[in-house]
Each structure stands twice: as structure tokens, then as C-alpha cells.
């Protein structure tokens, strides 16, 4: 694709994710908050598909593997132990002519000469550091004192409490600690729809081993979390492994690699996975003196453990999903004539909804009613949606739309009026092939339920 045809397919994508309820800018009656969004009510779903399958392979189907929720507002000692009050910077420049912040690291070039992406100026200042924490005051004092911080990535608080995990889950090495929640960066540019954001939410875990294990773990992690792109659905081919090279990675560590994905915006980061050693652990001993050390009951060994981290971001997992799934083709309309269709690939697993109900006409009671029972059926297995509007061509194009893998329709043969063989049997419709089958109600839990998990 070339880049015009990149850029009409995103804004097709934001277009749709507004239109049909997926994600919303921030405040928008207000002139909207730059960096900020709101999920909709179908992006809501989407988000907790991801997060719940990210959660049931992470934690609940390992024995290796607990769960910690901590708190958002992070005591600063904390974070001038992880290093971020001092070094989370990025380098940022003004435009003189336009007044425009800038990240000094995403200028435009032009004739080798530094240039203002928003107006073509090369007045600029020299870049400085830029923190990227928001600082909040805690209580009603507005001293030095009373500063906490919204932390800027989940992982602090896991390093924090990991004694305390270790006491309570009685975990011998090697155990991770997993947690999905937000974090903040105070991000200079924020852009690319919700690629950059100022609030977002990550999936981190923390996989505590001895030193010797740590290099071959993070090799582990890398293809358990390629694994899990290729399960929620996104395509392999636009997913990219980058060994960061020794220069490019934080000094502590012996091994990261960006998971990355091919946005039509370009080839992005969407995780990271990265061998920290055991910097973090260490750095809170110090500052704290508490120790956080591990005993190997075995060999009698008492030592710091390395760590493993696989850190994923929640919104662009979730903009990635909007991406890939994102697709035109054609289909006849009601009068036979071939139209574009758009259709969200969504894997059934990740799709807000998984199944459609339609009754064939929403004016024969027989119908809306058995319609009903249908719904009040699959409904504790699944996220269904009841439509009875407008002619069943375009309620199955709606919810091509929005990703619905499987739709229903309730029908006469339903009823039984076109032979008693056919009573109680449904239109099975798939979203990709448009191909429908005859099925008998009382297996549709068990059918459609068997290709959402
Ligand atoms: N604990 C390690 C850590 O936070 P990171 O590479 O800074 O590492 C991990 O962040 C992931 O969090 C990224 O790969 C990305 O998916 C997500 N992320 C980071 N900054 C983000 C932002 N401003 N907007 C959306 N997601 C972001």
C-alpha cells in the first residue's frame, strides 16, 4: 500500500471506531483532551476481551504465575528509586515560530536541516530533558512533602510488593507477578490516534528467576507472547521481532526485543520484552533497606532475583486488533447488486459481539418471541445482540461492521411452517464466508461457544 492509501485506510478506521461506538475522543463536547480517549461501548468490550485473555494464559492457567492490582498514586521515593524522577525524560525542543512542543527525537529533516513538523520552521531551541510523570499532591497541604505521582508504568508497584507475594503465594523461582492496569506519561506528542496516549493501560509481568535462567527466559517469554498475538488474531506477517541493540537498551539490561506491528501509520512498538537483570530489585533495596531477596531452600543459597519482563500496551494491542481486523469487500445487496462491504475480521475470541439474533420480520410475534428465547439461550455463554430493524441484508451488513463473527435468524422453517422437520432449527450465518447452515437451537450454545474461547 502506498502511504496515501496508509493514511485513508487509519482515517476509514478512526471514522469507524467513532460512527459504531468503539473509541471517542476524551471531553469532546469540549473541544476534546489531546492524548485522552473513551472507549465506547463496543471498544469497552473489545478492551476486556483482550485483557481477560491476556489474564486467563498469563495467570490462570499457569501455576507459576499470581496476580497483584496495586495503586495508581505511587509514593516518590519509589520512583526516584526506579530511576524515573530523574532520567524518565524525553528530549524536547520549541518551535519559535509556531510555539509548538516538540519531541526533539521526531523532528522532520529536510536538506539535512532540522525542521517543525506543524509549520516547516527550523527556529528551534536546543532540546532539553522533559519529565513525563504527572505529579498530583496528596492531601490538603500543598508542601514538598504531600507530592505522589500517577506511576508511569505498572511495574514499580510489583517490584515494590514483591515480598510480600513471596511470603503469601509460597512461589519457589522461577514465578512471575502479573498486572493489567493504567499508567500515565506526560508524552510531549501524543499521536496516532490512540498509539500515544497520556493515560493507557499495560499488561506487565514480571518473571523473577535465578541469573543463570534469565537469558533463556526471555527467549521463552518472546515466542510465548508472539504465541499469544497469533491467538488473539493478529496476523504474523505484520508482526516484527527487533533485538534492540546493546547501545539502544536501558544500561541494566541484558536482552530486550520490541515486539512490533505494522500500523498503517508504520512499523510500531507494541510490547517489549526485556532481561532487566536484577536492577530493580536492587535499586529498592538501597533506597529502602529492606531486603527483597529470595532463599533457595535447596541449596541454601539466599540471593536477588533477575527478571523477566513481558510489558504490553492494552491500547495498542487494541488499535492493532482495529487494524488487522479492519477489511473491504463485496457482497450483494438486498437487490442482488454487489456493494462494498466492511467487515471487521475480529478472531471470535476477541469480537465484542459474538453472536447477532435477528428475527426474520419484528411484526410476527411468533417470531420476535422465539427470536427472545434464543437470546435468553446463548446469553449466559456469550455477549449477544437482538436486532429486529430494517430488512436482514442490512442488519447482517451492521454487523459485519463491527466484527460480529456469527448471526442467527429466526425464520418461518423456526416455527415449523415449512415442515415439522425444520421446527426449531435457526440460519447459522458465518461473518467471513457469508455462508449460512441449518442448525437446531439447543446446540447453538455449545456450537458457537466451542470457536469463542
Ligand atoms: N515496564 C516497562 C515499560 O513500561 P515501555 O516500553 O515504556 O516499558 C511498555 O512500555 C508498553 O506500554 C509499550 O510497549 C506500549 O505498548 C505501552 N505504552 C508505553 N507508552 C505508551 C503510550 N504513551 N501510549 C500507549 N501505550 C504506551
Avoid at 469532546?28 to 471498544?43: A, K, M, S
Avoid at 514499580?156 to 512471575?176: A, E, H, M, T, W
Avoid at 411484526?363 to 455463554?381: F, G
Avoid at 435457526?426 to 464466508?433: E, G, H, I, P
Wanted: charged residues 30%; proline residues 5%.
Amino acid at each position: 500500500m502506498t502511504g496515501k492509501e496508509n493514511a485513508q485506510r487509519m482515517e476509514k478506521i478512526v471514522s469507524l471506531c467513532k460512527r459504531r461506538g468503539f473509541i471517542f475522543q476524551s471531553s469532546e463536547i469540549y473541544g476534546g483532551l489531546n492524548g485522552v480517549w473513551d472507549y465506547g461501548p463496543l471498544g469497552t468490550e473489545l478492551k476486556n476481551n483482550l485483557k481477560q485473555y491476556w489474564w486467563q494464559v498469563t495467570v490462570r492457567d499457569r501455576d507459576d504465575v499470581v496476580g497483584l492490582d496495586g495503586a495508581i498514586l505511587t509514593h516518590p521515593a519509589v520512583l526516584k528509586a526506579s530511576g524515573h524522577v530523574d532520567t524518565f525524560t524525553d528530549p524536547m525542543v520549541d518551535c519559535r515560530t509556531c510555539k509548538a512542543r516538540l519531541r526533539a527525537d521526531q523532528l522532520s529533516e529536510k536538506n539535512g536541516v532540522k525542521q517543525c513538523p506543524n509549520c516547516g520552521g527550523k527556529d528551534l531551541t536546543e532540546a532539553r530533558p522533559f519529565n513525563l510523570m504527572f505529579q498530583t499532591q496528596m492531601g490538603a497541604s500543598a508542601d514538598p512533602a504531600s507530592i505522589a505521582y500517577l506511576r508511569p508504568e505498572t511495574a514499580q508497584s510489583i517490584f515494590v510488593q514483591f515480598k510480600n507475594v513471596l511470603d503469601v503465594s509460597r512461589k519457589k523461582l522461577p514465578f512471575g507477578i502479573a498486572q493489567i492496569g493504567k499508567a500515565f506519561r506526560n508524552e510531549i506528542n501524543p499521536r496516532n490516534f490512540t498509539f500515544r496516549s497520556r493515560e493507557f493501560e499495560q499488561m506487565e509481568l514480571e518473571y523473577f528467576c535465578r541469573p543463570e535462567q534469565g537469558m533463556d527466559l526471555l527467549a521463552y517469554w518472546l515466542k510465548e507472547r508472539i504465541k499469544f498475538y497469533e491467538e488473539i488474531g493478529i496476523s504474523r506477517k505484520r508482526l516484527h521481532i527487533l533485538d534492540v541493540p546493546e547501545k539502544e537498551r536501558a544500561f541494566y539490561s541484558k536482552g530486550t526485543f520490541d515486539i512490533e506491528y505494522e500500523f498503517p501509520f508504520g512499523r510500531q512498538e507494541l510490547e517489549g520484552v526485556a532481561y532487566r537483570t536484577d536492577y530493580d530489585l536492587q535499586q529498592h533495596i538501597k533506597a529502602s533497606g529492606k531486603p527483597l531477596d529470595y532463599f533457595d531452600e535447596e541449596t541454601k543459597e539466599r540471593f536477588v532475583p533477575h527478571v523477566v519482563e513481558p510489558s504490553a500496551g492494552v491500547d495498542r494491542t487494541v488499535l492493532a486488533l482495529i487494524c488487522d481486523a479492519y477489511d473491504e469487500d463485496t457482497a450483494p445487496d438486498e437487490k442482488g447488486k454487489m456493494e462494498t462491504r466492511v467487515v471487521m475480521r475480529f478472531h471470535p475470541r476477541m469480537a465484542p459481539i459474538k453472536c447477532a439474533i435477528f428475527p426474520l420480520l419484528r411484526n410476527k410475534e411468533a417470531l420476535v418471541a422465539k427470536a427472545r428465547e434464543v437470546q435468553a439461550l446463548l446469553r449466559p455463554h456469550m455477549n449477544v445482540f437482538y436486532d429486529e430493524g430494517g430488512a436482514i441484508g442490512r442488519r447482517y451488513r451492521r454487523q459485519d461492521e463491527i466484527g460480529t463473527p456469527f448471526g442467527v435468524t429466526i425464520d418461518f422453517e423456526t416455527l415449523g411452517e415449512k415442515g415439522e422437520e425444520l421446527r426449531d432449527t435457526v440460519t447459522l450465518r458465518d461473518r467471513d464466508s457469508m455462508k449460512q447452515e441449518r442448525v437446531t437451537i439447543k446446540d447453538l450454545p455449545q456450537l458457537i461457544s466451542s470457536k469463542i474461547r
